[in-house]
């Protein structure tokens, strides 16, 4: 086996001699096994012993499957065989789970491997047919990534390929192919930079719903300085090679004519730019008409420099009026002919990438463009599948989607069983059925929670079959926290699909994401939703749900400093003692329709209590905290003053969204973080409930603008914790002790 080794190593080496690397070529003649070692070593947490133990060899395609990996070998020399890198490392994951036992995750790992790694008791093989195996939400890079440097992107990229993912869309520094554009077609570099959102906000500018200028301006609003274009640039590009190393095709955006305004008509006279309504309250970029002689020249010069700054890849997102927007008599069919021969013109063998997303992609669009070279994204499948109501896309090529939740927004949540169940029937049905179906799609707004969904989907791009979902989430149970088959970990898991993990498809209309916790809602004395599209009925029964939290405490003494212990009792407690909030808000309006003001301040007491404990709870584990988050964008500021830019830009897309949108999307992106409680939700409520007492006699509830309060916090200034601090078991007790809970 050694012997064995060493050849294909020198083989390897031989091969890789040969080669000539162009940042420009994203094809590749071998598959490159040295970078999915360096990935396997980095997920074993740089443990180069036990990353020597295993044996990496490529295997050739079989007619009809897309991808494929092996396991095999005998103890201390493991044998992981596949037909490409994310092959080999996906393979690396399932050994880990299935034969190691052990776990990664968006939130902690665990691995605790024997000092010579085991190998299956018979050879494990397993393979896809499916060519596109898509990550991201143009979103997430709002609400989970805007600030993340390489060490969070590396880790990021080494699971995307663990999870089977070969395919994802690469936004950072992508801003500044709009910098080397426009600077070609009349604009100065100043007015460029100050129609570019700062980075929390810019995944809505690349929808051309928003855009940096907007006087009188606002958290959202540049210039940028190009320094930080620059930085991002860099970083931009350091995350594409990677991918590409790994065997992962880097999405960029593709132009599809948004363009900096008046500005650019006014340097472009003649040309057919169109403007357009507003979005929440913003005015929407101009859109510079496809089927306009100029479009062609600037979506060359818009791809000739996203070359230059990136490199090529073979696959391009974005659409044609997103969530609105206005034609200004331009046929979409033509419209959409017009982007696809511009990327075609630019990279001949190029994809482009559609979003199935409330109205898009529109019939006429679909039938008027070359749909062999389209990959269409039904973000919404596990809920609201669109291939049902668009009739498989007409024939487009397309990938079942999950978003799961909305804004990133935090909640005990996730729908396991349209992946683990109704996906592969979907698979299984005839072409005819369900059309061309080629690939999945993980479109979550937000990443990095609720990370049993990600393993699961992650798992079945191998798996052709519905999963027993009962038995899986109990081998899942086991591998994250490695506690054999504890019977308290058993009954929470079990709890835990059975509520919070249990949702199903209701196309679409019981709103978004989880049922969202009263602390992060506008006070009120009833609450529904925190965020205007939130679902206003909670999503499973907070009675069966409370058990699970005894059950977690009362798990064997030695998972107690797993991380991923950590994190689970902590978004456990949380979800409990916000249902128990919800009660105590329907006891304060009762007391308050009563007049009974010492009830009412007993009451209130215990309301704010409870989001003090919740606080202190969140500020143990170090996934919860809103200091890293702020620290994280004021670290790329390269001033004071861009630190302050940055810190609001930062603090806004969690509140108000911005000042105008607050309207509308306020608290969409909420998030019960350590410091945002205590900072900003309780501070709300504490003047609720003064004001709330001041109006006992004349019934009528307390009006407070609560934009205003929110664009204050998001001027603020004030530094937060960037460690944990306690211990979560500790408090997690305290809490469960004081509602009175079994533990």
């Not at 859109?287 to 020249?297: N, R």
Request: hydrophobic content about 40%; glycine content about 8%; proline content about 6%.
């Amino acid at each position: 086996m050694q012997r064995r080794a060493l050849a294909g190593a020198v083989v390897v080496v031989l091969l890789a001699a040969l080669v000539v690397t162009d940042v420009r070529t994203t094809a590749k003649s071998f598959v490159d096994v040295s970078s999915a070692r360096a990935a396997i070593t980095r997920l074993l947490g740089g443990d180069t012993v036990r990353a020597a133990q295993f044996e990496l060899a490529t295997t050739p395609a079989s007619p009809g499957m897309a991808d494929s990996f092996q396991i095999g070998g005998t103890e201390g020399d493991v044998l992981l065989s596949g037909t490409s890198e994310v092959a080999i490392i996906s393979g690396f994951n399932w050994w880990l789970k299935y034969v190691a036992g052990g776990h990664l995750s968006t939130n902690g790992d665990r691995l605790g491997l024997p000092e010579k790694l085991p190998a299956p008791e018979k050879p494990i093989s397993r393979r896809t047919t499916l060519t596109d195996r898509y990550a991201y939400n143009f979103t997430v890079y709002g609400y989970t990534m805007p600030y993340w440097t390489w060490t969070d992107w590396e880790r990021e990229i080494d699971y995307l390929a663990a999870s089977g993912v070969n395919r994802a869309l690469v936004l950072v520094g992508q801003e500044a192919v709009w910098y080397d554009t426009f600077q070609s077609f009349g604009m100065s570099e100043s007015e460029v930079r100050d129609w570019i959102a700062q980075p929390s906000f810019q995944p809505w500018q690349w929808y051309g719903e928003i855009s940096g200028h907007e006087p009188p301006g606002g958290a959202h609003t540049g210039p940028v300085s190009a320094d930080l274009i620059a930085r991002r640039a860099a970083l931009g590009k350091r995350v594409a090679d990677r991918m590409r190393e790994l065997g992962i095709t880097p999405v960029f955006p593709a132009f599809v004519g948004h363009v900096p305004d008046q500005v650019f008509a006014d340097r472009n006279p003649g040309a057919n730019v169109i403007p357009q309504d507003d979005y929440a309250g913003h005015p929407r970029p101009f859109w510079l008409a496809p089927t306009d002689p100029l479009y062609a020249k600037v979506a060359a010069k818009f791809y000739e420099v996203q070359s230059k700054r990136f490199g090529d890849t073979t696959h391009y997102s974005n659409d044609l009026i997103h969530e609105g927007g206005v034609l200004g008599g331009v046929d979409i069919g033509d419209a959409g002919k017009a982007v696809q021969d511009a990327l075609t013109k630019a990279h001949p063998d190029s994809t482009w990438v559609l979003q199935a997303w409330q109205d898009n992609p529109y019939e006429d669009l679909i039938k008027s463009i070359d749909r062999k070279r389209v990959l269409v994204l039904d973000l919404d499948a596990d809920d609201g599948p669109a291939w049902k109501r668009k009739d498989a896309f007409w024939g487009a090529p397309w990938a079942w989607g999950t978003i799961q939740n909305f804004g990133g927004r935090l909640g005990t949540f996730g729908n396991l069983a349209e992946p683990g169940q109704t996906l592969p029937e979907v698979r299984a049905m005839s072409k005819a059925d369900r059309g061309d179906l080629v690939g999945t799609a993980m479109v979550l707004e937000g990443t990095h929670q609720n990370p049993v969904v990600q393993d699961l989907f992650g798992e079945m791009v191998w798996r052709d079959k519905a999963v027993d979902l009962d038995q899986w989430i109990q081998a899942y149970a086991k591998r994250r926290y490695g506690a054999g088959d504890d019977p308290h970990v058993r009954e929470a898991w079990e709890i835990l699909l059975n509520t919070a993990y249990s949702f199903r498809a209701t196309n679409h209309e019981s709103g978004e994401g989880p049922y969202e916790s009263p602390f992060t809602a506008l006070p009120a004395l009833k609450v529904t939703s925190s965020s205007y599209f939130g679902p206003t009925e909670p999503r499973y029964s907070a009675q069966e749900f409370e058990p699970v939290l005894g059950e977690l405490l009362q798990a064997d003494p030695a998972v107690r400093e797993e991380e991923t212990y950590k994190y689970d009792l902590v978004d456990v407690t949380r979800q409990v003692v916000a249902n128990r909030a919800r009660g105590t808000l329907d006891e304060i309006a009762k007391a308050y329709a009563a007049k009974d003001v010492a009830a009412l301040d007993v009451l209130t007491d215990r309301f704010l209590g409870y989001m003090k404990s919740t606080d202190e709870l969140l500020g143990t584990q170090k996934d919860w905290l809103l200091g890293t988050w702020l620290e994280d964008a004021k670290a790329w500021g390269a001033n004071p003053a861009e630190k302050a830019s940055l810190e609001r830009d930062a603090r806004a897309i969690i509140s108000i969204w911005s000042e105008k949108a607050c309207g509308v999307l306020r608290d969409y992106a909420n998030r019960e973080w350590n410091g945002m409680v205590s900072s900003y939700y309780q501070p709300r409520w504490e003047r609720f409930f003064a004001e709330l007492a001041g109006t006992v006699d004349s019934g009528t509830p307390p009006n407070i603008d609560w934009c205003a309060t929110g664009a204050d916090w998001t001027s603020q200034t004030a530094a937060f914790p960037t460690k944990p601090s306690g211990d979560t078991y500790a408090v997690a007790k305290r809490i469960a002790d004081e509602l009175g809970l079994k533990n």
